[in-house]
C-alpha cells in the first residue's frame, strides 16, 4: 500500500472528527485483504469511518477486499426452562433441530450466529426439563450476549431464560457409571 503514514494520518482525523479515542496505528494492503490495527477495541462506528476511508483509496482494489468485520470471540449461554419431551411431540425427547427452529421464530435471537450445533441435555433423571447450551459468536465487547442475558422468551406456554455460562467443554457424562 502506497503512502500508508499517509493513509493513517487521514483516517485518524476523521476519526478525531467524530470524538472517537480510537487511533490507527497501523495499515496494510494485500491482494484480498486490508488489515488495520488500532490502539483499541473498535466500535463500529470506527469500523464504518475507516472503511469508507479506504473505499476512496486508489491504490486498494476494493473489489477483491472482503466485507468488514470486527474481531469476534466466542460467549457461552444456557437457556433453561424448555421441557424435554416437548407436549406435542409424545414419546420424543427435543432435538438441536426442533430448539433451533424455536430460536430462528423468535426476534431476540436475531443478529446472532451459532460457533457450533446446539447442545440438548436433561436437567436430572426425575425431571422434565432440559438445559440448551449455545455457543454464540459475539464482538470483543460482549455485547451480542450481554443483551441476550437474563432475557426470557415463551415456548408454548412455557417461559425459557436465557443465562450465561462457562465454556462448554461438551456433554457430562455420568459420574457413577461414566
Known amino acids: ?11 485518524n482525523q476523521s476519526l478525531k472528527n467524530t470524538k472517537s479515542e480510537v487511533l490507527v496505528d497501523f495499515i496494510c494492503s494485500d491482494i484480498a485483504y486490508v488489515t488495520v490495527i488500532t ?9 464504518y469511518i475507516i472503511e469508507n476511508y479506504i ?3 486508489d491504490d486498494i482494489n476494493t473489489i477483491n477486499v472482503e466485507a468488514s468485520q470486527l ?7 444456557k437457556v433453561i426452562g424448555i421441557p424435554y419431551y416437548p407436549h406435542n411431540l409424545p414419546n420424543k425427547c427435543l432435538t438441536p433441530n426442533d430448539v433451533e427452529d424455536i430460536i430462528k421464530q ?7 450466529v451459532f460457533v457450533s450445533k446446539l447442545q440438548v441435555i436433561k436437567v436430572s433423571p ?26 426470557c422468551f415463551n415456548v408454548g406456554r412455557f ?7 462457562n465454556m462448554n467443554p461438551g456433554i457430562p457424562q455420568c459420574k457413577n457409571c461414566w
Open 1 to 11: 500500500m502506497k503512502n500508508s503514514l499517509l493513509h493513517i494520518a487521514n483516517i
Open 39 to 47: 490502539n483499541k477495541v473498535m466500535a463500529q462506528s470506527d469500523l
Open 55 to 57: 473505499k476512496k483509496v
Open 71 to 77: 474481531s469476534q470471540s466466542k460467549s457461552y449461554l
Open 106 to 112: 423468535n426476534q431476540i435471537f436475531d443478529n446472532i
Open 126 to 151: 426425575k425431571s422434565d426439563i432440559s438445559i440448551i447450551w449455545i455457543d454464540i459468536w459475539n464482538v470483543q465487547s460482549g455485547s451480542k450476549a450481554k443483551s441476550l442475558i437474563n432475557r
Open 159 to 165: 417461559i425459557a431464560t436465557i443465562q450465561g455460562a
